[in-house]
């Protein structure tokens, strides 16, 4: 069990890691010598660079602060926490690392500078973490109005974009779109879908443990149903309480480690989850309603 914890703790953070060099590589080799914007804190980081002479590294941790103490009291604090030190990584990543300028090409700065730093930022998340604060607020406003995450980092960026094409130029604000276009479907094929939910099931004897560890850590609302196990007709028969759940893609490694510290021979399928409407997903990330959940039923 120790031996396990301790792997998930290197794979985590070595996986950030990597995630930290591909979104530096993104945005030293591609977008920062050539004046590209891309969306979210970063954007505004990088924006904001074009009329003061303050390092990238220093603007990118100032902007990032207000939306991790948002974190704070939206999210759990283990992504906060994960979400600062990659936040403080990429900031010290960028200040002291040269990478050579790979193209002068527009449009290859706007592709390739993407896809690096969304394959930096999708790995990332995939981990509990995120690069780039513009998702915590989209989390924030999710769980509070339930306009999707999606929707809100796109009114975020139109806004962003729409002050480029003001204030620098049109052509700028339209590589800087394409930009973010890439660099978010990058991050959705690396984490398949930011704000997707998954459903999962688990079976295990110590079904009551694991049912309080999602509603009291997790904070995700379960429906349990009784199930029957035995060998035939006449064997020995053992009946117990079958757990179906829905929890944010972000947040399956946490259900992962919850579950192998209570049962680590436990049976668990998972399943994409296509649309989610009701139940207590409107809630799901609020820490001070998860600690009064008793039992709610999705």
Same mark, same amino acid.
């Given at each position: 069990m120790k031996h396990s914890k301790t792997y998930n703790f290197f794979s985590e953070y070595g996986q950030i890691a990597l995630g930290v060099i591909l979104a530096?590589?993104?945005?030293?080799?591609?977008?920062?010598?050539?004046?590209?914007?891309?969306?979210?804190?970063?954007?505004?980081?990088?924006?904001?660079?074009?009329? +003061?002479?303050?390092?990238?590294?220093y603007l990118l941790i100032l902007f990032s602060v207000p939306f991790l103490i948002l974190?704070?009291?939206?999210? *759990?604090?283990?992504?906060?926490?994960?979400?600062?030190? /990659?936040i403080l990584a990429l900031a010290l990543f960028i200040h002291f690392e040269n990478f050579e300028t790979i193209t002068d090409d527009k449009l290859l700065i706007s592709i390739f500078g993407g896809l690096f730093l969304g394959a930096g930022?999708?790995?990332?998340?995939?981990?509990?973490s995120v690069l780039d604060g513009s998702e915590i607020l989209g989390v924030y406003i999710n769980d509070r109005f339930g306009i999707s995450i999606g929707q809100v980092i796109l009114i975020f960026n139109v806004l962003l974009f729409s002050i480029t094409a003001y204030v620098? /130029?049109?052509?700028?604000?339209?590589?800087?779109?394409?930009?973010?276009? +890439?660099?978010?479907?990058?991050?959705?094929?690396?984490?398949?879908?930011?704000?997707?939910?998954?459903? +999962?099931?688990?079976? *295990?004897?110590?079904?009551?443990k694991i049912k309080k560890a999602?509603?009291?850590?997790?904070g995700a609302g379960l429906t349990t149903y009784k199930g029957t196990k035995g060998y035939g007709s006449t064997g020995k028969q053992e009946d117990f309480d079958i757990i179906h759940t829905i929890i944010n893609r972000i947040d399956l490694k946490k259900m992962?480690?919850?579950?192998?510290?209570?049962?680590?021979?436990?049976?668990?399928?998972?399943?994409? +989850?296509?649309?989610?409407?009701?139940?207590?997903?409107?809630?799901?990330?609020?820490?001070?309603?998860?600690?009064?959940?008793?039992?709610?039923?999705?």
């Open positions: 530096s590589i993104g945005l030293k080799a591609f977008l920062l010598p050539n004046g590209f914007l891309d969306g979210g804190v970063t954007g505004i980081a990088l924006l904001v660079k074009t009329f +003061v002479d303050i390092k990238i590294s974190g704070f009291y939206t999210v *759990s604090k283990r992504i906060v926490i994960k979400s600062m030190v /990659s930022i999708g790995i990332a998340i995939r981990n509990g620098i /130029s049109t052509e700028i604000a339209l590589y800087s779109i394409l930009t973010y276009i +890439v660099t978010a479907k990058v991050t959705d094929l690396t984490i398949e879908g930011f704000e997707d939910f998954i459903g +999962v099931t688990i079976i *295990s004897k110590d079904y009551l999602i509603m009291e850590e997790l992962h480690r919850l579950i192998d510290e209570i049962d680590d021979k436990a049976f668990i399928i998972e399943f994409d +989850v296509n649309n989610v409407k009701g139940g207590v997903l409107r809630h799901y990330l609020d820490k001070k309603k998860s600690k009064k959940m008793k039992k709610i039923a999705l």
